[in-house]
């Protein structure tokens, strides 16, 4: 164990006083390491609550023995999960035949402003409810639950929708009660959701849960519902909390405890470090970072970089298919079996027939898709993808999605921003995707456009992808932030050029 900085003796002192914590730990400052010194500072008994089971496992070789490394979906199967293996053994199933046995019949069509809801499009929204109230804190399902569908977002359409779907989600979950046989398939989030309901003690002295700004409720519930006997420790970076699109959230925010921070980058130089800050102070973060002198990190033009950093699916696909061109191996973390699969719904939608896809399951046609991403202002997300396959065609697509290199093999690695969290390269270029904002309508006393505001999703998501590399970023995509006065705070607005949206502009804050 390295001798703790300042802020980690800090940390630790405040954990031996008995405090709650509330650790705001910045890109590279070594969280592990300080949990692990925590944890070493006493005898009492812990646990370490993971995001995912691969990050428990590492975390499992640096704690000492009196900390036990899991997720909580692990603790939730040890306590009552366990019980329901016969059903998450079951063989997988369309979602179209899970509805049917819950009585929604095969030809059923409802008819919802414009779209037809199918038997299909009904029995997803069925199950996605199901799973979106386990994922949250509610003793029970309710309307906010049901998500809203592609095509019918409207208030007084998608209330139709609730009221369709609501009986059939109540009897999906009843039918999950029954731990032997049931017609709808047992998953992780139904375990872990009987596990809530019951209002369980996790047995231990302290709490360490990681990544805790980017929390499911229901996960927040059964973690803060310890704290009459168990000291609490949250540990994370708010400015990386990237998953509200997905129903996660920034637990750190509003936690009753003291609050410290590790500010000091163990991945990056100086110059990196005033990067990050840039985007850590539009965000309004509770943390600068400092970057480490000795590790000499540069931002300049990188022809050749370990990885790529996009800000969408479809960007990195795009980036793909151009390194694909140049006949370099190139790897796509996360592999491409989500854009296959758009890609085949497109195919289903320009032959005329419906497709089962999540996003896509209520068109008719691809004309259909066409007109609601171009001229819908809530599909507008997915004008990238219309553009990228009828500039492209399905058969490119699926053909540089085969020819994907495994990432131990590839010259290059592809990734959006989302998946590289967590993640670290020597050399990083920002993909062309991340587009500075439309500007305004507004002018200024010169009469140029006033620059649009930037949002603070799309500002959390940037820090995130700046801060992955070592020892090289090319901003790329991300330039135009030496022009924006936002990126400039104080100083003289420099030079700005105005011009026409491309269409990644219009590109929502959810990966597509």
């Known amino acids: 164990m390295p001798a703790p900085t300042a802020e980690q003796s800090g940390a630790i002192d405040s954990f031996r006083r008995g405090d709650h914590l509330v650790l705001q730990a910045g890109a590279g400052t070594g969280k592990t390491t300080t949990l692990s010194m925590i944890a070493d500072s006493t005898g009492k008994r812990g646990r370490y609550i993971a995001f995912n089971k691969a990050i428990a496992t590492e975390a499992a070789r640096s704690f000492p023995d009196n900390v036990q490394c899991k997720t909580m979906h692990a603790l939730a199967y040890a306590a009552v999960g366990h019980r329901f293996k016969t059903r998450m053994d079951a063989p997988r199933v369309p979602g179209w035949k899970t509805g049917a046995a819950l009585g929604i019949g095969v030809n059923m069509h409802v008819r919802i402003g414009e779209r037809n809801v199918s038997n299909k499009a009904l029995s997803y929204t069925v199950l996605r409810t199901v799973t979106r109230f386990c994922q949250s804190a509610d003793p029970a399902i309710q309307r906010h639950h049901v998500p809203r569908l592609r095509g019918v977002e409207a208030e007084h359409l998608h209330a139709q929708l609730v009221d369709l779907v609501l009986p059939y989600a109540n009897q999906a979950w009843q039918d999950l009660q029954n731990p032997e046989e049931g017609v709808v398939r047992f998953d992780h989030d139904h375990y872990l959701k009987h596990w809530a309901l019951t209002q369980p003690r996790i047995d231990a002295d302290f709490l360490l849960l990681d990544e805790a700004q980017d929390t499911n409720p229901v996960v927040e519930k059964i973690f803060n519902d310890q704290r009459d006997h168990a000291q609490l420790v949250l540990v994370g ?114 032959a005329g027939k419906r497709t089962t896809h999540p996003e896509l399951i209520l068109f008719d046609s691809w004309g259909e898709l066409q007109e609601y991403a171009g001229y819908d202002p809530s599909g507008r997300d997915l ?15 699926l053909n540089a999605v085969d020819r994907l290199a495994v990432e131990q093999a590839s010259e290059i690695v592809v990734s959006t921003a989302h998946k590289a969290k967590g993640r670290e390269w020597a050399s990083v270029r920002i993909g062309e995707d991340f587009t500075e904002p439309v500007d305004q309508d507004e002018t200024d006393d010169y009469g140029d456009p006033l620059p649009g505001h930037i949002d603070d999703a799309e500002a959390r998501l940037a820090y995130v992808a700046v801060t992955r590399a070592r020892h090289q970023l090319d901003l790329g995509g991300l330039s135009w932030i030496n022009q924006h006065p936002d990126g400039n705070p104080g100083g003289k607005r420099p030079p700005y050029a105005s011009g026409s949206p491309s269409p990644w502009d219009l590109l929502g804050s959810s990966p597509n």
Do not use: K
Not at 283 to 300: F, K, M
Not at 383 to 397: A, C, K, R, T
């Open 237 to 350: 970076d708010s400015a990386q909390a990237i998953y509200g699109w997905r129903g996660a959230r920034d637990v750190m925010s509003g936690f009753d405890g003291t609050e410290l921070a590790l500010s000091q980058s163990f991945r990056f130089g100086p110059a990196l470090a005033e990067e990050a800050n840039r985007w850590l102070g539009i965000v309004d973060a509770p943390i600068r970072l400092a970057g480490t002198p000795e590790i000499n990190t540069r931002l300049e033009r990188v022809e050749q970089p370990d990885a790529i950093l996009c800000r969408s699916n479809v960007g990195a696909m795009l980036e793909v298919m151009r390194l694909l061109d140049e006949g370099r191996r190139v790897a796509l973390v996360g592999g491409g079996e989500s854009l296959r699969a758009l890609a085949r719904a497109a195919r289903d939608l320009q």
């Open 383 to 397: 004008l990238p993808l219309v553009d990228l396959v009828d500039d492209h065609g399905v058969d490119v697509i």
